[in-house]
């Protein structure tokens, strides 16, 4: 079997961390907007997490994980500096459509930053003029400002409480674009559903194309048990294989957000119980003193498990 | 030499299958039916009239040596029987679980016609799993060739290729999407049929015999099937990728909490042994009271698979009658053995909200049977003002599956309307080296045809390859032996170099 050896390792905040892993044929592979299917141990469920880079060269693949459920708070605690994950498979779904557009908005909320910036980085290649929106709870959150705002020609940021850029969240962003540039082609958006409900709500009466990265719940992550249908324009498809990504006029959030609340039982009480373990084992002081995610946190969101935005 | 038998002389009546009681196994996944001892073999060995006519080898989609495989295990020659299966099956303990011999070798059973039939099925698992217990490797003496086999997909399909190409002597690697091998024998037929040490088992030999898999893999999109041949060195390639895109219903609901797929359940459960939930992470639907839409084997599976984990209640919901449906007859004994409760003729027009996004339960409308259709059931048509609401919290659709659309996303492969690959009667594809079979060409069937497919595949690939095995010729298309020329099938029509002595 294939070992999926971690390279680097960089933690931007208690709950946010970045791994970096080495998979030659998936960075080659590797297009904008594509996810891959995680799986970090042998006993472990597959969760899905969007690319938020990779390097040819180096033949590494980067993710960016919220610790928000179960297995993302093991990974956490487990995913070291040389160590393996179990498995990694991918990249899945349809790469983003990239290059038609002159102008492009890409707006990231939270953890969404990290994979919309391959999306802005492909536009910004492809000759457009990229305005890069990032929005984050507060200044200590931020991460990889000064990477997205390298392929950006603008760059806005949005804290909820003000301690960075404008005050508000970024829908706050998206009209200040709005009213700066007439001529914006499209907008691409990553973040919780509710973030990507708001701002698909703030573009809609321009009639600009927006297009929005979904995150079901999925289990293979090739179109094979469903689990990941999502309500667009009326008609069941599945996020793994026809999407990722869709029209965000046409999706249908509510549905989004109800069927993301599928398994909200088991997954508290693995998590729950997952705490409780952790406090009995014999762990290293810094990770016992981590501060835990906060109770009421959003849970579960397992494919970019983005707060804040 | 014994005296002959006849219809008279042998045992009249099927030698009975072990079986865990229902009530006990209700609540374990260990496997129903426990397998033959060697005396139940025996017994049922004696039944075959080795008859000249032979028609159980014409209805073996793979035509293997069923008289002669039966009358060695008559002869106590254990080993025998194995190698007379595994010249035509590579994975006996696996098929003799899940074929639906009912329709096939046991179906035209000479035996039949006046008796039960032979329990050909139960004798072929008995030797496989025989072999698996005494380690049976089977290995042949392989004479290396230069080629380069890729195959897309390890269910019944592939490994049945790959099991050809590595004994003709080439080089395979069989790519798997998921993180174990096996493909639908893996994820969706559950332990109590067929348990995952029998995949494992019958996947280490296929390692024996020199087959590379590769799993976390997905081809498609970590590279395509053209930069296979093209960059990847392969001079030839199967894709067995299967038709699992499942279907839902389409009625209002059906994207409710609560409503998924047979597929989705039978993964999680199987694959993913969200059963064992805590000690495997991944977690399951429960339902007290839940509704299987569909009668065919993965409704089966996700219904018993559903009583095993606690419902209290289940319901099987099909459209047609017993009579029409696909399932295997003793899964279907088996379920109501299991206090499954079947309602025939009855079709959901509606699945209820229960308000918070999850299910109270169903409307259904009765059904009739009208003419015949296209596959020659009797249609179902409805029963005006017969709607009618029951009580359930979990709905499972197993009302079959689609052509998935990754194969057509990322290759030139031309597919048909529905999305399947075409190929020739050959089984090659519209790309030179690339050949398919399984349910992605025939849309979903059985494990056996699969296996039947992936191996006249590797037939033709041997014939695009220009080689050949090197001393056995294949029994093919169900004719044994019988039609090859100087030891070797006239059909497989190639200019590879005939050695013969």
């Known amino acids: 079997m294939q070992k999926f050896e971690i390279v680097a390792r960089e933690d931007f905040s208690d709950v946010t961390y ?43 693949i ?64 492809s000759g457009a003029y990229v305005i890069g929106i990032v929005g984050f709870r507060s200044r200590e959150l931020m991460f990889w400002e000064d990477k997205f705002g390298a392929v950006c020609d603008q760059l806005i940021v949005c804290t909820d409480d003000g301690s960075a850029g404008i005050k508000g969240m970024v829908t706050a962003g998206i009209k200040k674009a709005l009213r700066e540039h007439a001529d914006i082609d499209e907008f691409v958006v990553i973040g919780p559903p509710v973030m990507m409900k708001g701002c698909a ?15 079901p719940l999925m289990v293979d992550g090739t179109g094979m048990c469903g689990g990941c249908r999502v309500k667009i324009g009326g008609q069941v498809k599945f996020a793994c294989v026809d999407g990722p990504d869709f029209d965000g006029h046409l999706v249908d959030f509510d549905d989004l957000m109800t069927r993301l609340r599928r398994f909200t039982e088991q997954e508290k009480s693995a998590a729950a119980r997952w705490s409780e373990n952790c406090r009995m084992a014999d762990v290293p002081r810094e990770l016992k003193t981590r501060r835990p995610p906060p109770e009421d946190a959003e849970l579960p969101d397992p494919f970019d498990e983005v707060q804040g935005g | 030499m014994a005296k002959k038998r006849t219809i008279r002389s042998i ?78 099956n590579l994975l006996p303990a696996i098929c003799g679980r899940v074929c639906p011999q009912e329709n096939q070798c046991e179906g035209v059973c000479t035996v039949g016609e006046s008796l039960e039939p032979v329990a050909i099925g139960r004798l072929e698992r008995w030797v496989g799993d025989r072999a698996i217990a005494e380690g049976w490797a089977g290995a042949p003496t392989i004479e290396p060739v230069p080629y380069r086999v890729g195959i897309v997909g390890s269910g019944p399909a592939g490994v049945a290729c790959a099991a050809d190409m590595a004994k003709a002597g080439c080089d395979v690697t069989v790519y798997e999407a998921f993180h174990l091998p096996g493909g639908v024998l893996r994820y969706g037929i559950p332990d109590f049929r067929l348990p995952n040490e029998v995949i494992d088992a019958e996947i280490g030999r296929l390692e024996k015999l020199g087959v590379k898999f590769e799993c976390n893999t997905l081809v498609g999109r970590l590279f395509t099937i053209e930069q296979m041949i093209d960059e990847l060195g392969f001079h030839a390639v199967f894709v067995g990728t299967g038709a699992g895109y499942p279907t839902m219903l389409g009625v209002p609901g059906d994207s409710l909490n609560g409503v998924l797929s047979a597929n989705e359940l039978l993964t999680r459960c199987n694959l993913m042994r969200a059963k064992e939930f805590p000690a495997y992470d991944t977690p399951l639907p429960l339902g007290k009271r839940v509704a299987v839409v569909g009668a065919g084997n993965t409704a089966m599976d996700a219904m018993r698979v559903c009583r095993r984990l606690g419902a209290e209640k289940v319901y099987c919901i099909y459209r047609r009658s017993r009579t029409e449906a696909p399932a295997r007859a003793e899964e279907v004994h088996h379920a109501e053995e ?78 048909n309307k529905r999305g399947y690959i075409e190929t020739d009667e050959t089984l090659a594809t519209s790309v030179a080296g690339v050949y398919a079979g399984g349910d992605i060409v025939t849309g979903a069937a059985t494990v056996i045809e699969a296996m039947g ?47 013969v002595g």
């Not at chain 1, 708070?73 to 991918?90: F, I, S």
């Not at chain 2, 080795?50 to 209805?59: A, K, R, S, Y």
């Not at chain 2, 220009?466 to 044994?480: K, N, T, V």
Request: hydrophobic letters at 35%; aromatic letters at 6%.
């Open chain 2, 11 to 88: 045992p009249r009546e099927r030698t009975p299958m072990p079986e865990q009681p229902a009530a006990e196994r209700v609540r374990n996944f260990a496997e129903v039916a426990c397998g033959f001892s060697e005396a139940d073999a025996l017994r049922e060995s004696e039944r075959c009239l080795l008859c000249p006519e032979q028609p159980c080898v014409d209805g073996c989609p793979v035509g293997i040596d069923i008289p002669g495989f039966i009358q060695r295990i008559g002869q106590k020659d254990f080993r025998g029987a194995y190698d007379v299966l595994t010249d035509t």
């Open chain 1, 62 to 125: 980067t993710l960016v994980i919220q610790a928000v459920g179960k297995t993302t708070r093991e990974m956490q605690q487990d995913c070291t500096v040389g160590g393996h994950l179990y498995g990694v498979t991918g990249p899945m779904g349809i790469p983003s459509r990239v290059g038609s557009a002159k102008k492009v908005v890409c707006v990231g909320g939270g953890l969404g930053v990290a994979p919309v910036y391959p999306q802005a980085r492909a536009c910004k290649e």
């Open chain 1, 18 to 60: 970045l791994l970096e892993v080495s998979h030659p044929a998936m960075a080659k592979a590797a297009r904008p907007g594509q996810f891959v299917i995680v799986m970090s141990h042998p006993e472990g469920e597959r969760i899905p997490l969007t690319l938020a880079d990779w390097n040819r060269e180096k033949g590494t």
């Open chain 1, 201 to 215: 709500e703030a573009t809609r009466a321009h009639k600009i194309r927006t297009m929005v990265s979904l995150n």
């Open chain 2, 338 to 415: 299991e206090g499954i409760e079947f309602h025939w003729l009855t079709n959901p027009v509606e699945i209820l909200d229960d308000g918070q996004g999850g299910v109270r339960g169903m409307r259904c409308i009765r059904m009739e049977l009208g003419e015949p259709d296209d596959s020659g059931r009797r249609r179902p048509v409805p029963v005006a003002g017969s709607e009618h609401d029951f009580e359930c919290d979990l709905v499972v659709f197993a009302i079959g599956t689609n052509a998935n659309p990754i194969m057509g996303q990322t290759s030139s492969l031309k597919l």
């Open chain 2, 453 to 499: 497919a992936g191996r006249r595949a590797a037939r033709s690939m041997k014939a695009y390859l220009g080689i050949r095995d090197p001393d056995r010729p294949y029994a093919i298309d169900g004719r044994g032996a019988a039609g090859r020329m100087f030891g070797f099938d006239p059909a497989e029509r190639n200019f590879a170099r005939v050695r």
